[in-house]
């Protein structure tokens, strides 16, 4: 059976990523619209309603209006943009964060796919907090850092087009001082904190690659949970998935550094538990594309679950 996608916002940056993907697949149909319609929308409307699975690549304003559009109860959806990630309704689209989430997407309307930084800190703490290992109500901070790709044309073009403008040679850039990122609700949601977490994000002059990283004082924490024991129970949680893997202890012990840029065009995302035993202290650390297990391949292994087929079959560029 073939199934008929469309993707809304196709010539964007996370659009562009996921059509790469799914190219050459002869169980996909693609619903595209020319340059000219892209904006028309009645044509829009029309394939909308025409498709099996809609993939939402659209400012949030946009997403929602394209929902609203929806009239064909079959219709299916998968939002790459922030607008539902917690709304109700929608599925979080995030396969490894449970055990029972695959089946949930599979049979889902309604998929909301996750942050690129709340994939990385989601997979880090759940895990601990769903062992005990980190209270619900602790305060917890999340560090991360990536490539300027994840803020779409705009940002892309701030650090590569000289004559864009606010073109910048920035090396490195803090941004969210305000600390109201939009990925903080869905990092506590699905992380299952009480309390927001503190969320630093950052962009460094590379287009695209992540390290999301939550230190962590053991010693301040109920239980003085050892450095093994959070390695153990990440190691568990992943145990046979496909794309979240935790380094062995042998591999952490043996790495100086993280490059952040090391997974990209891939849908893995890969976990490191580092510690100080002596200190009590961690450094809980996922490195992942922003752009693949962040945005589009996650996408892609979405609509595979949704369709029945390989959940590996064009995730990877």
């Known amino acids: 059976m073939v199934t008929k996608v469309f993707i809304d916002g196709e ?39 025409e498709a099996d699975i ?14 609203s559009l929806i009239e064909n109860a079959r219709t299916r959806v998968i939002d790459a943009s922030t607008a539902h990630r917690v709304a ?52 917890l901070t999340v560090n991360a850092v990536s490539g300027y790709s994840g803020g779409g044309k705009q940002m892309i073009a701030e650090f590569e087009d000289t004559d864009a403008p606010g073109h910048t040679k920035e090396a490195y850039r803090a941004y969210a001082l305000s600390l109201a990122h939009k990925h903080v609700p869905e990092m506590q949601k699905n992380m299952g904190l009480q309390n927001p977490p503190l969320f630093t994000p950052n962009v460094g002059r ?27 129970t990440l190691a568990e949680a992943y145990d046979g998935q496909r794309f979240v893997s935790v380094a062995p202890e042998d591999e952490i012990a043996a790495t100086t550094k993280l490059d952040p840029e090391q997974l990209n065009g891939t849908n893995e995302l890969k976990l490191f538990v580092f510690g100080n035993p002596k200190t009590k202290q961690a450094r809980l650390m996922a490195l992942l594309d922003n752009l693949g297990k962040g945005a589009s391949g996650q996408a892609v292994q979405c609509l595979n679950i949704m369709i029945g087929a390989d959940e590996a079959l064009g995730v990877n560029l």
């Open 88 to 139: 109700d309704g929608w599925v979080y689209g995030f396969p490894e964060m449970s055990s029972a989430q695959r089946q949930v997407i599979s049979g889902a309307s309604r998929v909301t796919n996750p942050g690129c930084y709340p994939t990385g800190a989601i997979a880090l703490v759940k895990p601990l907090v769903d062992a005990g290992l980190v209270p619900e109500g602790w305060p």
């Open 206 to 232: 590379y287009a695209q690659g992540m390290i999301v990283e939550v230190p962590l004082q053991l010693w301040a924490l109920p239980g003085e949970p050892e450095v093994v024991a959070l390695h153990e």
């Open 54 to 67: 809609v993939i939402l690549c659209l400012p949030d304003d946009a997403a929602k209006e394209a929902v």
């Open 11 to 49: 010539a964007g940056t996370t659009g562009l990523q996921i059509r790469a993907r799914l190219n050459g697949r002869d169980d996909l149909d693609f619903i595209s619209l020319g340059e000219a319609k892209r904006k028309d929308a009645g044509a829009r409307k029309e394939a909308l309603n």
